[in-house]
Structures are given as structure tokens and as C-alpha cells.
């Protein structure tokens, strides 16, 4: 591949990257926004049963093509769909019920050191001290917007229940973006139908039980807005976007861009919450960006 293609195709990944992280970021705030009336584990379920149903027409003549590829990896499948489908959308959804959107803009960049852990678990694969510095800078880029400029907050900040939540996820997300090196060589129609059937037989049991116990949609327009957005963004859109910027350029590299959620959090908390952007957002996208900038070089 010459050199103009390899810049081509990581140009491609961090534009695919930072949409999957527009889309998991508008998630993060309707999550936040709908909790406590509209069924966690439930709203999962939805997210896989919706996307399964709009792919099935256009992957039934792939997935045909594709069976025997995927019924000889089937425990990889059953891997990915369960952890970055099952798993990790419903405990999402659960986490928000309980923790504030600043413990979460904390702890969901802590996802490139689970990624970076588990890849290193499973494959050997290291960073470059470039990449690792570019993770701590974008890090560093969050905790300044999350304390206001005042490290002396850190020390207020308390973690409850649904940040241990929070904190297993992103866990969760590491095993899954480890995985994607081992998923079948399949067309990404037959790939996401399979994905998505999983992801929502997994939490369909949950969702049942939810469902007994009382914990049930209202039918209004908010639960009708907030299916269509999950079922959409946050599930075909960002995992389709979020799957080949893997491929393209890597697990850990791709961890990076996740840094960008935050950022993302608080341009749509000034749009749709009036929010004002004070000088330490501005030092703390420089810091976000610019540690994305090194994390996503190879040397």
C-alpha cells in the first residue's frame, strides 16, 4: 500500500471514529435524560431489535454468502454480540440511572487504558510512548474541563454504584474492541444482522423480567423519540463507523478518539441545555485534541 493509501485510509478512520463518538455522546445525554422514565434494560433491547429488522432486507443475500464463515466463528460473534451489544448497551442505560454526567465524562475516558489492556492481554500489542503520552494529554484535556481548571476538585468528586457500572463497561468495551481483530472476514450487512440479533436475544430475557416487575414504556413522544435515536445513532451508525475504524487503523490507536465523548458532551449540553463555553472548555478541547493528534501517529 503506498503511502498517500495508508493516509487516505487513516483519514478515513479518525473522520468514521469521531462520528461513532458524536453519535455515543448524544446517547450519553439522552440517556441522562430519559432515566428513570423509560426502562433501562428494556431500551437496549429495542436498540438491537430495530437495527436487526432495518438490515435483515439488505443482508439476507449476504448472509447466505457469508454462513459458513460465520458459523465457524460463531463464538467470536457470540463474543462481540453479546459484550459490545448486550452487555454493554444495557449496563449503559442501568449506569445513567444512578451517576452524573461528570462521573461519566471521567470514567468513559478511561476506555483507551482498558483497550490498551486488553489488546496487550490477548495479542502483546504495546504503544508507542508518542500514543501513550497523546492518551495522558487528552486525559489530562477531560479532567480539566470536568474540574473547571481547579485539580483541587478532584478530591470532591464521590463514586456510587452507578459508576462502578460505568467503570465494569468501559471494561466491557475493552474485550469488545479486542475482539474486532479476530471477526470474520463477512460483508458488514451480514456482520451487523448477526450483531444485532445477538445483542438483542441477549438482553431480551432482562427485559422480560423488567417487564414483570412493573418497569415499563409510557407511551409518549419522548419514548418514541428516544427509540428512534438509539436504534439508529448510537447502534448502526456508530458500531458501523466504530468497526472500521478499528479495522483501518487499530484497537489502540482507535481508543484514543473515544477522549472526543466529552468534548462532544459539552458542545451538545450548550446547544440543547443553554449552557455557556467558558475559557476552561476551551483549554480542555486544546488538551482533548491535541492528544488525539498524537495518539493517532504511528511514530
Known amino acids: 500500500m503506498s503511502t498517500l493509501d495508508v493516509r487516505s485510509s ?16 448524544g446517547n450519553h445525554v439522552l440517556g441522562r435524560a430519559i432515566a428513570g422514565h423509560v426502562p433501562p434494560v428494556s431500551l437496549s433491547a429495542l436498540r438491537w431489535v430495530t437495527p436487526f429488522l432495518i438490515m435483515l432486507p439488505f443482508a439476507s443475500r449476504h448472509l447466505a454468502r457469508d454462513w459458513p464463515a ?7 460473534m457470540m463474543v462481540l454480540g453479546l459484550s459490545g451489544g448486550a452487555v454493554f448497551s444495557a449496563l449503559q442505560y442501568v449506569g445513567l440511572q444512578y451517576t452524573s454526567a461528570v462521573n461519566v465524562s471521567v470514567l468513559n475516558s478511561l ?8 489488546v496487550a492481554i490477548m495479542f502483546g500489542d504495546t504503544l508507542r ?3 501513550l503520552a497523546g492518551i495522558a494529554t487528552s486525559f489530562a484535556g477531560v479532567l480539566f474541563i470536568v474540574t473547571r481548571g481547579d485539580p483541587a476538585l478532584l478530591a470532591q468528586l464521590s463514586f456510587n454504584y452507578g459508576d462502578l457500572i460505568i467503570l465494569f463497561n468501559m471494561l466491557v468495551w475493552g474485550i ?8 470474520p472476514a463477512i460483508h458488514w450487512t ?7 440479533l445477538i445483542g438483542a436475544l441477549g438482553t431480551l430475557p432482562f427485559a422480560v423480567h423488567e417487564h414483570m416487575e412493573g418497569i415499563r ?26 468497526n472500521r475504524g478499528v479495522e483501518l487503523i487499530g484497537a ?11 468534548l462532544y458532551s459539552a458542545v451538545l449540553a450548550g446547544i440543547f441545555l443553554g449552557e455557556r463555553l467558558a475559557s476552561f472548555h476551551i483549554v480542555g478541547f486544546a488538551l482533548i485534541l491535541g492528544g488525539v493528534t498524537l495518539a493517532a501517529r504511528k511514530a
Open 10 to 25: 487513516s483519514t478515513q478512520a479518525y473522520l468514521l471514529l469521531a462520528l461513532a463518538g458524536l453519535c455515543w455522546s
Open 70 to 76: 460465520i458459523r465457524q466463528h460463531w463464538k467470536v
Open 111 to 118: 476506555g483507551p487504558v482498558f483497550i490498551l489492556a486488553t
Open 129 to 131: 510512548p508518542i500514543q
Open 176 to 183: 469488545y474492541s479486542a475482539f474486532l481483530r479476530l471477526r
Open 190 to 196: 451480514s456482520f451487523m444482522a448477526v450483531f444485532s
Open 217 to 242: 414504556f409510557q407511551p409518549t413522544m419522548q419514548t418514541v423519540l428516544a427509540i428512534g435515536y438509539v436504534s439508529i445513532f448510537p447502534s448502526l451508525v456508530s458500531f458501523m463507523a466504530w
Open 252 to 262: 489502540n490507536r482507535a481508543g484514543a478518539l473515544l477522549h472526543l465523548i466529552p
